[in-house]
Nanobody, 127 residues
Framework: QVQLVESGGRLVQAGGSLKLSCAVSGRTFSSYAVAWFRQAPGKEREFVVRVSWSGLNTIYSDSVKGRFTISRDNAKNTVDLQMNSLKPEDTAVYYC????????????????????WGQGTQVTVSS
């Protein structure tokens, strides 16, 4: 069984930075690809970024490319999301998700490609 717990969400001013963390339980953490999704009020959940099990391959959505950076520490079973130059439109509940399966780029963007999900952490960016 794999459990994911997000942390780090809070209120931040536009232009500021924030780091989210996803702690993953389970002995086979290094076998899982991990992604971050987000859901803004009244909107569907959307893909943000994914990192492969090795940490060598990443996929970023266009909306966060150049501002957000994902990293993982397989020794600590954590995946971090460093968010810089935050905008009010980044306001959302952020979820981390994990999958044991390798995915094509298109498939990696879909919620259905992930077997395990955290409960989410709220990020609010004020203007």
């Amino acid at each position: 069984q794999v459990q994911l717990v997000e942390s780090g969400g809070r209120l931040v001013q536009a232009g500021g930075s924030l780091k989210l963390s996803c702690a993953v339980s389970g002995r086979t953490f290094s076998s899982y690809a991990v992604a971050w999704f987000r859901q803004a009020p009244g909107k569907e959940r959307e893909f943000v970024v994914r990192v492969s099990w090795s940490g060598l391959n990443t996929i970023y959505s266009d909306s966060v490319k150049g501002r957000f950076t994902i990293s993982r520490d397989n020794a600590k079973n954590t995946v971090d999301l460093q968010m810089n130059s935050l905008k009010p439109e980044d306001t959302a509940v952020y979820y981390c998700a994990a999958s044991i399966y390798s995915r094509s780029t298109n498939a990696a963007l879909r919620e259905s490609s992930y077997e395990y999900w955290g409960q989410g952490t709220q990020v609010t960016v004020s203007s």
